[in-house]
């Protein structure tokens, strides 16, 4: 066997180092994806008086949307309980999930819907066609908006950091604030989340 030159011994220990940073890289470019929003979207000033869902009365609501083939929205519907727990009986709330028209419903009733169901006094309910969805102005799965007994927008906005990650944040804190008629100075915070209108998600089953 023919020994190998000086100068390919010289570009073996190259080697690992390129494939070290290539894994940096990849890192880096995951990470960025996951700290990249979507879109905020933009909910009336007011509860719109076309929608079919019950308005705010004596308490406020709040709404969240959600895709139902969304994995990073598990880490919001699971921020959602805790806020819901610790305001239980303050709040009406109601998860949609868009169901695209032609979709059945076993596509739409998701482990993200089950986990939905299983948080008390909480309401999932389906968005046919995304009709709600587009009323109050959401575009990305996890998108949150409260709206006080007297029908103003409150809050818009997600309630995780990042996409699938749970801990504290400022949209839950802003939440339990205004839903317990605190002062909030966060109104809004960044969405992270799957399009609640992507082609590419509605298709994969």
């Not at 960025?32 to 308005?55: D, F, H, Q, T």
């Not at 969405?191 to 509605?202: E, R, Y």
Request: charged residues 15%; positive net charge.
């Amino acid at each position: 066997m023919k020994a190998p030159s000086q100068k390919q011994r010289s570009l073996n220990p190259a080697i690992p180092l390129v494939w070290l940073g290539l894994a940096v890289w990849a890192t880096l470019a995951t990470m960025s994806a996951s700290n990249r929003p979507g879109p905020a979207g933009a909910p009336p000033a007011k509860w719109p008086v076309e929608s079919s869902l019950p308005g705010p009365a004596v308490k406020p609501t709040l709404v969240m949307f959600v895709q139902p083939d969304c994995f990073c929205s598990k880490a919001s519907v699971g921020e959602l309980s805790l806020l819901i727990n610790r305001c239980l009986g303050r709040v009406n709330t109601r998860v949609l999930f868009v169901k695209p028209a032609g979709r059945s419903t076993n596509w739409m009733r998701s482990d993200l819907w089950r986990q939905v169901a299983a948080i008390p006094g909480v309401t999932a309910a389906a968005d046919v066609d995304g009709r709600e969805a587009r009323l109050f102005g959401a575009a990305t799965s996890g998108q949150v908006v409260l709206y006080g007994a007297d029908g103003r927008l409150r809050f818009q906005g997600g309630i995780t950091l990042y996409r699938g990650h749970m801990g504290d944040n400022p949209g839950c804190a802003a939440l339990r604030a205004l839903i317990c008629h605190e002062q909030s100075q966060v109104t809004q915070t960044p969405v992270f989340g799957c399009p609640l209108f992507s082609t590419n998600l509605m298709a994969r089953r």
